[in-house]
């Protein structure tokens, strides 16, 4: 699901990746996008079949992982695209993640706590956004609103500094649980 998504979302950023990480395999030609396509179309085949492998419960949350990655990365909605929202998409997918390993564990989420939900929604989706620093150019120049390209690369970087510490705290006050 993961390979999924990583390809999808680097098909979406081409135009970006030819400013920002152009030593990328589809960017130096390495790989042509007819084959990494191909590889995203395989990889999309495998997922539904380990997932539901697994379970229809877990095949059903892995598909939800996949939407929502694909809303994230790819137009027409692109969340990518909006401030905040864009890191929110990571943060539940993440907790979608956890969700399922949990969910294969215990069995059921009647005891899954409530803590993790709303740290993972709160804290991660701030402090994730260092993700963005290293395409700054690109999303500047698509247009990507992203926390650099909004407050400026400096500004940015203090401002996820400081969610950085934020959520280094709310790790042990959770823990401390």
Do not use: H, M, W
């Not at 137009?75 to 539940?92: A, G």
């Not at 991660?124 to 909004?150: M, Q, R, S, W």
Request: aromatic share 14%; net charge positive.
């Amino acid at each position: 699901a993961c390979l999924f998504s990583l390809i999808t979302n680097n098909i979406a950023d081409i135009d970006i990746d030819k400013i920002s990480n152009k030593k990328r395999p589809l960017i130096t030609g390495a790989v042509d996008i007819a084959t990494y396509k191909k590889l995203g179309k395989a990889s999309l085949f495998l997922t539904f079949l380990f997932a539901f492998s697994s379970g229809v419960l877990n095949g059903l949350i892995i598909c939800l992982f996949l939407f929502n990655y694909y809303i994230y990365s790819a137009p027409p909605l692109r969340l990518k695209r909006i401030t905040f929202l864009s890191k929110l998409c990571i943060s539940i997918n993440s907790f979608i993640l956890v969700l399922s390993g949990y969910l294969l564990a215990c069995g059921t989420a009647n005891q899954f706590p409530l803590s993790i939900i709303l740290y993972l929604l709160i804290f991660f989706t701030a402090a994730i956004n260092f993700i963005d620093i290293k395409d700054y150019e690109g999303d500047l120049k698509a247009g990507i609103k992203t926390l650099p390209v909004v407050l400026g690369l400096k500004n940015s970087k203090r401002l996820i500094g400081v969610f950085y510490f934020i959520a280094y705290l709310a790790t042990y006050l959770l823990l401390k649980q």
